[in-house]
């Protein structure tokens, strides 16, 4: 068993239960889902989590270097990640991941 220097036992992460909201136009991935429910400890946990799940899924969100792609935007509860700590941001319990791919037009 793994013990801190006081003799107390070191913690385990701390999962939450989130929901991932899928838009419609990456849904033909997720079998229609609209939404997946997950457990994580931070935004890129749930995000692999969802591509596990959803392997046609992990091609449309994460480049070859597993990094995500650039058009891939991300908010946590309405908070774009990137002004957070990116995808080492932490979860709570309730809170809701949604994906947003940017959309080019002319």
């Known amino acids: 068993m ?3 220097e006081d003799g107390a036992a070191a913690s385990a992460p701390s999962l939450a239960d989130v929901v991932v909201l899928i838009p419609s136009g990456l849904r033909r991935f997720t079998g229609q889902a609209g939404s997946v429910d997950v457990q994580a400890e931070t935004v890129g ?3 692999r ?3 596990d799940q959803y392997p046609l899924l992990r091609t449309q969100m994460f ?3 597993q ?3 650039r058009f891939i935007n991300v908010f946590l509860n309405s908070k774009d990640i990137r002004f957070l700590q990116q995808e080492q941001t932490p979860l709570r319990p309730q809170d809701v991941i949604t994906i947003l791919p940017a959309i080019a037009g002319g």
Do not use: Y
């Open 63 to 65: 480049a070859g270097d």
């Open 45 to 47: 946990q749930a995000l």
């Open 49 to 51: 989590l969802i591509s």
């Open 2 to 4: 793994d013990r801190k």
């Open 67 to 69: 990094q995500l792609r």
